[in-house]
């Protein structure tokens, strides 16, 4: 069985970061791309970041450009996403995915998700 398992959420003040991670089970993903996306409160779902299979290339959201690192560990099988500078509107129910390929910000793109992890930012 194939499996995504994120961890790392949580209550932050704003300004403050925090580590989200997410363990593959199951399968390496070896030539997948893997992304966060998010859902914030009353929202669809939407995206945050992707990073390539070699970790080398990734691409984020406008929102969290320059405050959100997106890295891998392929030995690991884990992402991460590091989160600075963190601001209220960053509360949502955070989702690592894959797909078989390159990058994208497209929902609709990803093939495995993992169940999500809340993070709440307070003023």
């Known amino acids: 069985q194939v499996q995504q398992v994120e961890s790392g959420g949580g209550l932050a003040q704003a300004g403050e970061s925090l580590r989200l991670s997410c363990e593959a089970r199951g399968r390496t993903f070896g030539g997948y791309a893997r992304a966060w996306f998010r859902r914030p409160p009353g929202k669809v779902r939407e995206f945050v970041a992707a990073?390539?299979?070699?970790?080398?290339?990734?691409i984020y959201a406008d929102s969290v450009q320059g405050r959100f690192t997106i890295s891998r560990d392929n030995d690991k099988r884990a992402i991460y996403l590091q989160m600075n500078s963190l601001k209220p509107e960053d509360t949502a129910v955070y989702y690592c995915?894959?797909?078989?390929?390159?990058?994208?910000?497209?929902?609709?793109?990803?093939?495995?998700w993992g169940q999500g992890t809340q993070v709440a930012v307070v003023s």
């Open positions: 995915a894959a797909r078989e390929g390159g990058m994208s910000s497209q929902v609709d793109q990803y093939d495995y």
């Open positions: 990073v390539d299979w070699s970790g080398d290339n990734a």
